[in-house]
């Protein structure tokens, strides 16, 4: 029901920062749950940020709490990750997902959700 695309990946110098987008085919503010996730190569697909699907919570992972942040625009359908700091280790493919079924409380497997964009490359360089 949502078609989501990524935008904004890249090449960065550690400590620099790197926002991307994700825009979706229609509201999602109030119905789906939003979220980022990462996945290196040879790694498991790992969360990243999340908005809950009444998007009045946030919620991060630890490895980016106090340097990532997510937020969202509901006029443009779209949500962003702004990256600061950032690390070699951040290098990854980015998905933007949503899903609008699961009733998970901390939704932070792949598999807790349903749509995926196509992925876009973040690269850190020391």
């Known amino acids: 029901q949502v078609q989501l695309v990524e935008s904004g990946g890249g090449l960065v110098q550690a400590v620099g920062s790197l926002r991307l987008s994700c825009a979706a085919s229609?509201?999602?503010?109030?119905?789906?749950?939003m979220g980022w996730f990462r996945q290196a190569p040879g790694k498991e697909r790992e969360f990243v940020a999340r908005?809950?699907?009444?998007?009045?919570?946030?919620y991060y992972a630890d490895s980016v709490k106090g340097r990532f942040t997510i937020s969202r625009d509901n006029d443009k359908n779209t949500v962003y990750l702004q990256m600061n700091s950032l690390k070699p280790e951040d290098t990854a493919v980015y998905y933007c997902?949503?899903?609008?079924?699961?009733?998970?409380?901390?939704?932070?497997?792949?598999?807790?959700?349903?749509?995926w964009g196509q992925g876009t490359q973040v690269t850190v360089s020391s």
């Open positions: 908005f809950s699907r009444s998007g009045s919570r946030i």
């Open positions: 229609r509201r999602t503010f109030g119905t789906y749950t």
């Open positions: 997902a949503a899903d609008a079924s699961h009733m998970i409380a901390t939704m932070v497997r792949p598999d807790d959700y349903d749509y």
